[in-house]
């Protein structure tokens, strides 16, 4: 199955009020790895340190050109896969959703990106083929042995899990 995320309908939250004390706890892992740094490295966030999250783990690769800036699916966890119907590891994600839900991802993605800050995001998925999905998740800048911020670390949690 594809499915395409055709609608999204979430808040962005930079307060950071979670519901889940597993985002709580990853704001905080974040905020200790800065070491007096702007933001943590990606080194700072092994599979050890992420172990508990992996299949939830979504990892976007920020491509600058000297016009536009995009982001590349890096990493797909599998409960995402799960929930999505696809993996679109090594895609762009304005070509995995329609234009409206990709303008709510880019404006997210692209705060926690220029903020240097983690984000929260909470609300609904619309899929093609599924009627929609509660979510609430943190995206957290991370550098990759320099200063500016390279990638993003998504995790994810949704309602509905069993």
């Known amino acids: 199955m594809n499915r395409q995320i055709v609608?999204?309908?979430f808040r962005l939250d930079a307060d950071l009020h979670f519901i889940r004390p597993e985002l709580t706890h990853l704001a905080a892992l974040w905020d200790e790895a800065r070491a007096g740094r702007a933001a943590p490295d990606r080194a700072d966030f092994s599979p050890f340190v992420l172990r508990p999250y992996l299949p939830r783990v979504?990892?976007?690769?920020?491509?600058?050109?000297?016009?536009?800036?995009?982001f590349r699916i890096r990493l797909y966890g599998t409960l995402i896969s799960q929930y999505s119907g696809?993996?679109?590891?090594?895609?762009?994600?304005?070509?995995?959703?329609?234009?409206?839900?990709?303008?709510?991802?880019n404006a997210g993605l692209s705060y926690a990106t220029d903020q240097k800050r983690p984000l929260r995001a909470a609300g609904s998925y619309y899929?093609?083929?599924?009627?929609?999905?509660?979510?609430?998740?943190?995206?957290?800048?991370?550098?990759?042995?320099?200063?500016?911020?390279?990638?993003?670390?998504?995790?994810?949690y949704y309602d509905d899990e069993a």
């Open 58 to 70: 979504l990892i976007y690769e920020i491509v600058r050109t000297e016009t536009i800036r995009r």
């Open 7 to 9: 609608e999204s309908r």
């Open 86 to 105: 696809r993996d679109p590891t090594g895609r762009f994600v304005d070509e995995i959703m329609s234009e409206q839900a990709y303008a709510d991802f």
């Open 127 to 156: 899929f093609v083929d599924r009627s929609f999905v509660q979510f609430e998740s943190i995206t957290l800048p991370l550098t990759v042995g320099g200063s500016e911020i390279e990638q993003l670390l998504n995790i994810t």
